[in-house]
Nanobody
Framework: QVQLVESGGGLVQPGGSLRLSCAASGRTFSAYAMGWFRQAPGKEREFVAAITWDAGSIYYADSIKGRFTISRDNAKNTVYLQMNSLKPEDTAVYLC???????????????????????WGQGTQVTVSS
């Protein structure tokens, strides 16, 4: 059974930083691309970032480019999202997800679509407020 568990969320002031983690189990983590999405109250879930299985390609949403960094440690079965220069509009539940394909590559528009991910975590709350 595949499990994804996010952690690292919390309350932070504007301009602050947080590092989210997503620990995976139940599948060969190193074989799958991983994505981060977020969902704010009353809004649709949106793509944040994705990283291919070998970290050879990384994609970001325009809204967070230059402020967030996605990375992965295949030895620890964990994907990370370093978030800097946080803004109130970054407030959301952040969820990680795993691509449904093994050892695959894709373009940004592939990783931005939720239907291409087959397992999801429960999410971690990030609140940016003074």
């Amino acid at each position: 059974q595949v499990q994804l568990v996010e952690s690292g969320g919390g309350l932070v002031q504007p301009g602050g930083s947080l590092r989210l983690s997503c620990a995976a189990s139940g599948r060969t983590f190193s074989a799958y691309a991983m994505g981060w999405f977020r969902q704010a109250p009353g809004k649709e879930r949106e793509f944040v970032a994705a990283i291919t299985w070998d970290a050879g390609s990384i994609y970001y949403a325009d809204s967070i480019k230059g402020r967030f960094t996605i990375s992965r440690d295949n030895a620890k079965n964990t994907v990370y999202l370093q978030m800097n220069s946080l803004k109130p509009e970054d407030t959301a539940v952040y969820l990680c997800a795993t691509d449904s394909r093994r050892f695959a590559y894709g373009r940004r528009d592939y990783y931005a679509k939720m239907e291409n991910y087959d397992y999801w975590g429960q999410g971690t709350q990030v609140t940016v407020s003074s």
